[in-house]
């Protein structure tokens, strides 16, 4: 198993763009999280989904933020408009019910 | 609201020496503890979850321990490694996987 795919890597964007982070989990796996990390505020939890349903988004920020999960194996997560305060690692983890989270390697996003 | 605490925040020792990472935490109701490794600029990898029916997990020269009722949890690195340096971190769920993170302990193992 390839382990969770996180796209793109690394994003550069300028200030008021829209911005879509992408997430694979891996397969079988029931449940995935949006995580951001900054070094203020350390990692915080930002939405989680259970079998493709959104269960919990009270981490989200902002209307700013928005999540997607289509089908078991992708997921989005969206901001419109962009802001500089949103510069951070944005990770994505994906785990079956009870068991270790594995988590993807995160997008580092920067907005200008 | 959950609320996890580690402590030392950073810890140096010379390679070879035995430590423990402590992680605080104040609601007692979990499902499970995990442990997470990170290294600089990489992502989370996970080294140990302990159930709330366990008080033990081992995985190599790696321990962790759970009391629940304390609210405490330890993790025990044996004959410690330069490559041991990274930030370790807990997380506990907060309500049903919702995952609180502590801000971590970052450790340098000097050679």
């Known amino acids: 198993d390839a382990g969770v795919i996180q796209s793109p890597r690394h994003e550069v964007t300028e200030m008021g763009q829209e911005v879509t982070l992408r997430c694979k989990p891996i397969s079988g796996h029931d449940y995935l999280f949006w995580y951001r990390q900054t070094m203020m505020r350390g990692l915080e939890l930002l939405i989680y989904?259970?079998?493709?349903?959104?269960?919990?988004d009270s981490g989200m920020p902002e209307d700013r933020f928005s999540a997607k999960m289509p089908n078991a194996s992708f997921s989005t997560l969206k901001i419109q408009p962009s802001e500089p305060r949103d510069s951070a690692v944005y990770f994505c983890a994906s785990s079956l019910e009870g068991r270790a989270a594995d988590f993807g390697p995160g997008t580092r996003l920067l907005v200008l | 609201k959950q609320e996890v605490t580690q402590i030392p925040a950073a810890l140096s020792v010379p390679e070879g020496e035995n430590l423990v990472l402590n992680c605080s935490f104040t609601d007692s109701a979990i499902y499970n503890l995990q442990w997470f490794r990170q290294d600089p600029g990489k992502g989370l990898t996970s080294l140990l979850l302990?159930?709330?029916?366990?008080r033990e997990q081992t995985s190599g020269r790696l321990n962790a321990s759970l009391d629940k009722s304390s609210g405490r949890s330890t993790l025990y690195i044996a004959a410690s490694q330069p490559g041991d340096s990274a930030t370790y971190l807990c997380a506990l769920p907060s309500g049903t996987y919702k995952y609180i993170f502590g801000t971590g302990t970052r450790l340098k193992v000097l050679a």
């Open positions: 302990i159930q709330s029916s366990q």
């Open positions: 989904f259970n079998n493709n349903v959104p269960i919990d």
